[in-house]
């Protein structure tokens, strides 16, 4: 299984970005699906969750900034981040929890980060 992110780079503060992340492989079914951050000097934290059945939740620092969404028929989380503030410069990774053909066991998956600069 390959969790394959797409967005980030540079952007000015008060500006927009999606983040995208698409699960390759073998699966049968995806449940959560999530994106963390890891800022530098500081713990891996969770930004947000969706749910197999949409229901979400948001650190208190994003809320109201960020939204996440997915696309069940293309395994896609998305991220839309709005009004980006410099502390939100970070590594940005998607995470999910799926099941693989063949398998019954839930397991969680981690993608390579993708950085998100803003600048001030």
């Known amino acids: 299984v390959q969790l394959q992110a797409f967005g980030g780079g540079l952007v000015q503060a008060g500006g927009s970005q999606r983040l995208s992340c698409t699960l390759y492989?073998?699966?049968?079914?995806?449940?959560?699906m999530a994106w963390y951050r890891q800022a530098p000097g500081a713990q891996r934290e969770l930004v947000a969750k969706v749910t197999r059945y949409g229901t979400t939740n948001y650190a208190d620092s994003v809320k109201g900034r960020f939204t996440i969404s997915r696309d069940n028929s293309e395994n896609t989380v998305y991220l839309q981040m709005n009004s980006l503030k410099p502390e939100d410069t970070a590594v940005y990774y998607c995470?999910?929890?799926?099941?693989?053909?063949?398998?019954?066991?839930?397991?969680?998956?981690w993608g390579k980060g993708t950085q998100v600069t803003v600048s001030s």
């Open positions: 492989g073998s699966i049968k079914s995806i449940h959560d």
């Open positions: 995470n999910a929890d799926l099941i693989l053909d063949g398998s019954v066991f839930v397991r969680n998956y």
